[in-house]
């Protein structure tokens, strides 16, 4: 298990994101294995702070240079997974608290050529065994689907559709804002700013039992590789 988890570390792209489906799976991978290979959840390797700049300088096409609208940013990284890593930071304007994710600056090279490698050898395989032709196809959809998770714009379209979603489950709720997130608790939905002490929450009778934060998505200052929140 250790010695996949060296060599997973080694060669980044696909199999970090390979590593991190195994690791859910503990009703049919050893545990030595699931202990392990969890670690790239949110502990893989970090991308140096230099190269977390360039990558601040060229957001939105070097239109935007983040590091003029943030403060506080914190070097060292709160978590780093497959594709990129969350630093905290502070709105100059306002002061608000955020999370910056940056994608790795190898991430879509790697991914697209691991997709292509896979591609080459699931047509091998259909080629040998036709009964397989099958896994050619499931590879292309995974990789139409793995390219959006490059896309940091779509994700910041997701979670404004998740907030909005989850905002229209609870017609009381009157506090919803482009600007805040939403707190989803036990039985409590919260709509909270990180500038503000102030919490609003509205009561629902659909418990669940977990605690979600759903946050709002910058957008003036969010690109395909550089994510605010």
Do not use: C
Not at 118 to 135: G, H, N, Q, S, T
Request: hydrophobic share 40%; proline share 3%.
């Amino acid at each position: 298990a250790r010695f996949l988890y060296v060599s997973i570390l080694r060669l980044k792209g696909l199999w970090t994101k390979s590593a991190q489906y195994l690791s859910s799976r503990a009703d049919f991978m050893p545990t030595a294995y699931v202990r392990e290979l969890k670690k790239l959840q949110d502990e893989a390797p970090a991308t140096a702070w230099e190269d977390v700049t360039k990558q601040l300088l060229l957001s939105r096409g070097g239109v935007v240079n983040l590091e003029e609208h943030l403060t506080d940013i914190e070097h060292v990284p709160l978590a780093s997974a497959s594709i990129g890593q969350v630093h905290v930071a502070r709105l100059k304007s306002t002061g608000e608290k955020v999370v910056i994710k940056v994608q790795h600056p190898s991430s879509h090279t790697l991914m697209t050529d691991d997709f292509w490698s896979l591609k080459v050898i699931a047509r091998i395989v259909a080629w040998m065994d036709p009964e397989y032709v099958f896994f050619e196809i499931l590879m292309n959809e995974w990789a139409k689907e793995a390219r959006k998770e490059l896309d940091f714009l779509s994700e910041a379209s997701n979670l404004i559709a998740a907030n909005k979603a989850i905002d229209a489950l609870f017609v009381n709720n009157n506090n919803s804002d482009s600007k805040t997130g939403i707190l989803y608790t036990n039985n409590t939905l919260q709509s909270q700013s990180s500038s503000s002490s102030t919490t609003t929450s509205t009561t629902s009778s659909n418990s669940v039992p977990f605690r979600v934060e759903v946050p709002m998505p910058i957008m003036s200052l969010t690109s395909r590789n550089v994510l605010v929140m």
